[in-house]
């Protein structure tokens, strides 16, 4: 089936098979190959996207069923070759360890700041709960939150296991 | 995905309809797809085409009044109910639900009416829908009937549900509009995880209602109580109720001693 959809601002014109997955039609079909595929079942969050204003699992989409949707991916992230405030913060605050949950966890906190731009410690734990990272402990992840929505004194209410 | 099928997307209750009693097992319904996708990928489905009804129109009705009560159509996500104004305001049972339902991104998908469908004795919403005393509206291609929630399920991943039906809605009455209550569901986390065993209650006036999910092989409503009824024998009849089994998230009797215990905190909470 042919498939037509706008992602990160760009439209495309792709044939694809009638089962494939949102995230396989992006890596494959598409070639954006910055979502990436974890659990494959919605548990962990590695293959977030922004469906139609929605973060989503697009391993629990079908690329059949986004026919006219407008996607944003991780890719999207980068303005004329500039990372964006919410990444910038992510490297200062070493929120990057391995990096394969990075690009998802990027998806859920955008979703997050389209909805609430200063989100409280809480509400960003609460943004990010479907996205398991197992290097950072989250609280690196939490802190660059904060600091790319200018409320670094919140970084006091979050503890560090040393 | 690992498995190839067809996709077919319905226009009309009348092509799906006619789809399913075409390809009988052979043919899903995909709504939300958070668990239809998972279990094809897991080979537990195996279905040659997949049925997709969110273009059908008004599949995502959701509306509320205080003569007809709540109705939900089986294109409503979890996240559309828990933003709907009307519901936060006279169905708070329903929204601690659905707040307890997996992930921020599941709930985008999920649909009320997939949860269950699925018919998990650990589905979330089944305990709010149950005490709610709601109705599900089945559709075939031979007319449509709706039957009680409470007869809904059968057994774990069971319904009444016959090849060739769908659920179309989920009719919740006004009697209970406003009422007040709360869902309470132990994890083994702090974030998503499927519940180890959870209890809803409902009160109303002097009517108190109680479902409990994960603690049986469907959710279980028990017998209405009123508030003349002590806490004790709340407890002690929800428990004779249920039927929890060990596994390796918890026993059965860690299950039955906090079913009471949210009993106990859901009482302080919404009756005392």
């Known amino acids: ?162 | 995905m690992n498995r190839a099928f067809q996709y077919r997307a319905a226009s009309s209750y009348d092509e799906a309809l006619g789809w399913l009693a075409e390809l009988g097992p052979q043919g899903r319904v995909l709504a939300g797809g958070t668990d239809l996708l998972i279990n094809i990928r897991a080979g537990l489905m195996r279905p040659e085409t997949v049925i997709d009804i969110k273009r059908i129109p008004n599949i995502d009705q959701l509306s509320d009044s205080p003569t007809e009560g709540l109705v939900i159509g089986a294109g409503v996500t979890i996240n559309e109910l828990l933003e709907r104004e009307e519901v936060i305001q006279h169905y708070p049972l329903l929204t601690a639900c659905a707040e307890h339902l997996a992930s921020h991104q599941v709930r985008n998908r999920a649909t009320v009416v997939g949860n269950i469908v699925n018919a998990s004795p650990c589905a979330d919403m089944a305990p709010g829908l149950l005490c709610l005393d709601a109705s599900i509206e089945v559709r075939s291609q031979a007319g449509p009937r709706t039957v009680p929630a409470h007869t809904f399920f059968t057994g774990a991943k069971q319904t009444i549900l016959k090849p060739g039906e769908l659920v179309s809605r989920i009719l919740i009455p006004a009697t209970t509009r406003d009422a007040q209550g709360g869902y309470l569901k132990l994890k083994r986390i702090a974030g998503h995880d499927l519940g180890i065993v959870g209890a809803a209650l409902l009160k109303h006036g002097d009517l108190i209602r109680v479902a409990v999910s994960s603690a049986a092989p469907t959710p279980v409503r028990v017998r209405d109580f009123s508030t003349a009824d002590s806490l004790d024998t709340v407890i002690a009849e929800t428990q004779a109720a249920i039927c929890p089994i060990d596994d390796v998230r918890c026993t059965k009797e860690y299950r039955l001693f906090m079913v009471g215990v949210f009993l106990k905190r859901l009482w302080q909470e919404v009756v005392a």
């Open chain 1, 1 to 162: 089936m042919i498939i037509h959809v706008t992602v990160n601002g760009q439209a495309y014109t792709r044939e694809t098979t009638d089962y494939k997955t949102l995230l396989h039609f992006l890596r494959e079909d598409i070639g954006l190959t910055g979502t990436k595929e974890g659990c494959a079942a919605g548990e962990c969050g590695a293959c977030t996207v922004i469906l139609n204003g929605k973060a989503v699992n697009s391993c629990l989409v079908l690329a059949a069923e986004v026919q006219g949707a407008v996607i944003e991916t991780v890719e999207g992230e980068l303005k004329d070759g500039k990372m964006s405030v919410l990444q910038d913060a992510f490297v200062q605050n070493h929120a990057t360890q391995c990096g394969f949950c990075t690009p998802g966890l990027l998806m859920s906190i955008r979703d997050l700041l389209n909805r609430n731009p200063t989100p409280s410690v809480h509400e960003i734990k609460e943004g990010i709960e479907g996205n398991f990272c197992r290097c950072t402990g989250y609280v690196q992840v939490i802190e660059a939150v904060l600091d790319a929505t200018g409320q670094s004194e919140k970084k006091k209410e979050l503890h560090h296991v040393s």
